[in-house]
């Protein structure tokens, strides 16, 4: 086993769990020794959900779920240190990314907001934890996301030429080369899982079965790829503020289709821009590795690989690291970063002015 065990905690736009991994690392030898996925409280996932929609809330609200969050990603921690037999001794540290709230990077006063206080999670797991990654890359000058691209570098290469797709709740890509280009490339998952939920009351739509057997408007969706994020040039990076249920709802002829025919529609706009994105930064003999929940929609990675014809998709898991595992890996991957007192954005990525350490420590003691 490699040297040093960090766990990485990680709860996507969609807000429906928190992945946990336990890796080892020791110079470029990484590895995903366990992997647990705790849930979120129906309550608890129900107050994020509505916050995220209504984007108001009191300091009272605020700081009891700040406080919630920060107890479940513990909980989290503690389920994953069960289920591999690690005591809390063995680990170096977490690197946390909490639950983001709320993204404003193109703004006057830019800034992000993820709650889960690192402090409740360091000492209820008696572990140190780093947190907080995206303000130090936002405050000269880039868009404190995507981070992922950095530990996609790392793991592939610098100069490999071969791409990560994303499908989370928002989808981004990564283009490995000098220098390395990523960005987030609009929906994914976050909106699919909301039509999913409102109209068949199920969290997901399970091998976007539900959408395979509807017909995709070509009229609604060429409105909806006429939204300027689509066209805007990178670095560049969005979230379910934006990219919602609602945005899809108010633009002519959503509310005259049927919920499948929407459902088919929302699921070709992911798997257009995606293609479109990766197409414009590649040829055509491109390997490209996908992970994330929309990795396992049968219908929607079909529909990708029509759009980005003769480039070669596999699955994340075939370099050693597990898909499912990815995002969670990166922030312990981060967490090793900063207490080796590396940086950890790249410019090229997220328009930073420079490359610096990322992260803030909580102790213990």
């Not at 946990?20 to 030898?29: E, Y």
């Not at 130090?136 to 995507?146: E, F, I, R, S």
């Not at 088919?264 to 003999?285: D, R, Y």
Request: some cysteine.
């Amino acid at each position: 086993m490699p040297a040093e065990l960090f766990v990485g905690l990680m709860s996507g736009t969609s807000v429906d769990s928190i992945d946990a991994a336990l890796v080892g690392i020791d110079g470029n030898q990484f590895e995903v020794v366990a992997m647990h996925t705790t849930q979120y409280d129906t309550n608890l996932r129900q107050a994020l959900l509505t916050l995220k929609s209504e984007t108001t809330l009191s300091l009272s609200d605020f700081i009891t779920l700040d406080h919630r969050v920060g107890r479940a990603f513990a909980d989290a921690t503690s389920a994953l240190l069960l289920q591999s037999d690690t005591s809390s001794e063995a680990v170096v540290a977490i690197g946390s990314h909490g639950q983001t709230l709320f993204h404003q990077p193109e703004h006057q006063y830019s800034g992000t907001l993820q709650i889960g206080d690192p402090n409740i999670i360091a000492h209820t797991t008696g572990i140190n934890v780093v947190a907080d990654f995206r303000r130090a890359d936002m405050a000269v000058g880039g868009q404190g996301a995507p981070l992922a691209p950095a530990f996609h570098e790392y793991l592939l290469g610098r100069n490999s030429g071969k791409v990560v797709v994303n499908l989370g709740g928002i989808a981004n890509i990564t283009v490995l080369g000098d220098p390395a280009i990523g960005f987030d490339t609009g929906p994914a998952n976050s909106i699919l899982d909301a039509m999913t939920q409102k109209h068949l009351g199920k969290p997901y739509d399970n091998s976007g079965q539900w959408a395979r057997r509807g017909t995709v408007d070509s009229d609604l969706l060429s409105t909806l790829l006429s939204d300027p994020y689509f066209a805007k040039p990178a670095p560049k990076s969005t979230g379910t503020d934006y990219f919602n249920l609602d945005w899809a709802l108010r633009h002519e002829g959503a509310n005259n289709l049927s919920p499948q025919d929407l459902q088919a529609t929302l699921t070709e706009l992911t798997a257009i821009t995606v293609a479109n994105s990766i197409k414009a930064h590649t040829t055509n003999s491109t390997e490209i590795y996908v992970c994330g929940g929309g990795a396992r929609n049968e219908y929607l990675m079909e529909r990708l690989t029509a759009g980005v014809a003769d480039a070669r998709i596999k699955s994340l898991d075939e370099t050693g690291v597990s898909g499912d595992a990815c995002e969670a890996s990166t922030f312990a991957w981060l967490a090793h970063r900063y207490l080796s007192g590396q940086p950890a954005n790249l410019p090229s990525v997220t328009g930073a002015a420079k490359a610096v350490v990322l992260g803030s420590l909580y102790t213990v003691g």
